[in-house]
């Protein structure tokens, strides 16, 4: 089992626009992105906070929500 990695939320995004998500909106500093498949639609929300990583359960989450793999977020890295 891979470890997760201390990942920023912008180092976050840009994994999850390269397998289909897009910006959608923001309030505050939660940034909401969106993916739409044949399956529907799959939204996450990015608290993006300048200079600061993630915690590891709300990365966890968020690698869950996007339907990744702990190997294949860190893949994409």
Known sequence: MTRLPAV???QLIAV???IGFVFDRQKGSH???LR???LGTTTIVVPVHKG???KRGTLHGLIDDMGLSTQEFVDLL
Do not use: G
């Open 36 to 38: 739409t498949s044949e």
């Open 31 to 33: 940034a909401v992105y």
């Open 8 to 10: 920023t939320a912008r």
């Open 52 to 54: 600061r990583t993630l």
């Open 16 to 18: 999850a626009e390269q």
